[in-house]
């Protein structure tokens, strides 16, 4: 049947689109490679450690192509220490009945002629050519796999994606085949950076900082307190220098909503930065929790410190199954540290059982420490000891390479109310840790307010009644009416009693 003119073009148009590409490939790399080798034997085995026989451009049939056989024999050749030139490499494979297969005595020739006009070159450099151009090939036959399998319709989608995402971390791998490079080297070493502290004492750079606490007692006002700190430059607490400011703050909160959100950020004076775009927030009003090896958020991550409140909504089991939050998290999180994290701070929950403790260790106030634990690189774990004004306990659970940072409170009202954070309220080194704390505020149920009161005015009794110790209750009471403490004449036969026992 005739067409006109218009079916025409598009049937030609159609015939060029549908044209494959061409394959990848270097021939003048492969070539000047192995000319390499024949002219440098005892580069063999440096070329080896980059590229195989495979690399070498062939068919798909799983025949070495030419130049990939060459290269095979080469390598042979240089493990058994022989001389590897354009005539000992020919008898070599005509030995072994190849020659022919390779293209005879002149293709050898020629190979090695064709080195002699390119001049000499970065032999490792070629190798990567070599190498590049395979893993391209491998990525168009994946791609043509991978749509015959989706048009086919023979396996599952999710079986489809997953042998296919295993084949393509496979390729990422191949790049590093280098057995020297599974090591760090000595001037790897020499170059790294020294153990450095984002804010001094407090958030280490390079790794997984957590603060353990129970549910409500203030993990998400610290990290908010981190953020607001880091992003302004100045001290966490108005204790703790930043010794790093913050390029951008990422900030994963999946258990919040947008509007809840907003509110810690106005309280904190976090508005500009989410303005600015400094803080980048994903909440739960942005939809589902983003996994954390999502290629999006790596890039996104880059020279910004991370924020994930909390782990246990990254976990792949539910909150209270321990061993599930930590599987995969600490592939996850070291994910993010390789993507370019500068630091991360992780908020964990506390198993229930914490509440009844009165130490803090990285047992008793990590869910699941076993396994959590042993990743993370620094943290503290957190305990409230007053609701009232909020003043939180904190002590190092995993030091840093250093000794244990000594215990610190913080207190939140009313200063979070006033200023938009929390201050230091006994600095470290005054402190005393959780036990001593707990056992003041327990006895008698009195809050400590109240019992230093009490103290006070014991001291002030025995005082005037070393002065004259015939005083009558009623005396004492109008004395203790005149310093403004109103004290009934009852109370103070009591005090009587107990500082004269």
Known sequence: MRTNGRDSRKQNSRSATSADPPIPKDLDA????????????????????????????????????????????????????????????????????MLELVGGVSYVETVADGFARIGRTNFEDHAKIIRDKSLHRRLAHLGNDLQQC????????????????????????????????????WEEFQNAKPLRARIDNFLWADVANVIGGLSGEGKTLILMATTKAQLTGEPLFRYFRVLEPAICVSYLIPECARAPFMHRARRFGLEPFLESGRLKVRTLSKGPRINLDDPRLLQAVRDSDVKIDTAARFGEGSENEATDVANGLATDIFGLLTAGAQSIQIAHHSPKSFAKDNYISLESCLRGSGDFGAFVGAGFGIRQVDKTQNIIHLEDIKPRDAEPFPPFQIIGRPHIDQEGDSRIHREPGTCGHLADHLETRNRGGAAESVREARAANLALLRAWLKEDPNQTSEQLAARFKAERVEISPVTVRKYKMEVTS
């Open 30 to 97: 492969e070539r000047t490679v192995l000319a390499d080798i024949m002219l440098e034997n005892s580069h063999a085995k440096a070329i080896a450690k980059i590229i195989t026989s495979r690399d070498f451009v062939s068919p798909r049939n799983g025949d070495l192509s030419a130049n990939g056989v060459m290269f095979r024999e080469m390598l042979i050749m240089a493990e058994a220490q022989m001389p590897i030139d354009p005539l000992t490499l020919a008898n070599h494979l005509r030995n072994k009945g």
């Open 150 to 185: 989706a048009t086919g319709g023979a396996e599952s989608a999710t079986d489809t994606l997953d042998r296919f995402w295993l084949e393509l971390s496979q390729l990422r791998d191949r790049l590093k085949l280098n057995s020297d490079d599974m090591f760090d080297t």
